[in-house]
C-alpha cells in the first residue's frame, strides 16, 4: 500500500511559478513509475508529466513541455512538479500518480493506476 500527499498548490499569477511536492509513504517509493495529473472544472483528468523509475526519463504533455519540469528524490520519497511561466489555463486540481508497471514505464492515461493522491489546487489568475 502506498500514500500519496500533495503539497504545494495556491494562487499564483499568470507567468508565476509554484512548485508541487508529492510525498509517498512505504520504502517502495523507487519501484514506482510516477506521474502528475490535473483536472480543471467540468474537465476530465489529464495528463501532465510522467517520471520512469531512476528518474532518467521524463515524459511531458504538449501543453507543459518547456514549462514543467518533473523531478524526484528517491532517497526522500517525494516527487516534484516545478511549474514556470503558469497560464491561467494551468488552474485545475494536480494529482499525484504511482504505477508499478505502466505502459512503456510511462504515465500517460488516467485508467488503472495503482495509487492516487488527494490532490491539490493551482489556481492562475490572469
Known amino acids: 500500500q502506498v500514500q500519496l500527499v500533495e503539497s504545494g498548490g495556491g494562487l499564483a499569477q499568470a507567468g508565476g511559478s509554484l512548485r508541487l511536492s508529492c510525498a509517498a509513504s512505504?520504502?517502495?517509493?523507487?519501484?514506482?513509475?510516477m506521474g502528475w495529473f490535473r483536472q480543471a472544472p467540468g474537465k476530465e483528468r489529464e495528463f501532465v508529466a510522467s517520471?520512469?523509475?531512476?528518474?532518467?526519463?521524463?515524459f511531458y504533455a504538449e501543453s507543459v513541455k518547456g514549462r514543467f519540469t518533473i523531478s524526484r528524490d528517491n532517497a526522500q520519497n517525494t516527487m516534484y512538479l516545478q511549474m514556470n511561466s503558469l497560464k491561467p489555463e494551468d488552474t485545475a486540481v494536480y494529482y499525484c500518480?504511482?504505477?508499478?508497471?505502466?505502459?512503456?514505464?510511462?504515465?500517460?492515461?488516467?485508467?488503472?493506476?495503482?495509487?492516487w493522491g488527494k490532490g491539490t489546487l493551482v489556481t492562475v489568475s490572469s
Open positions: 517520471i520512469n523509475w531512476s528518474g532518467d526519463n521524463t
Open positions: 500518480a504511482a504505477d508499478r508497471a505502466p505502459p512503456f514505464g510511462v504515465l500517460r492515461t488516467a485508467t488503472g493506476i495503482d495509487y
Open positions: 512505504g520504502r517502495t517509493f523507487s519501484s514506482y513509475v
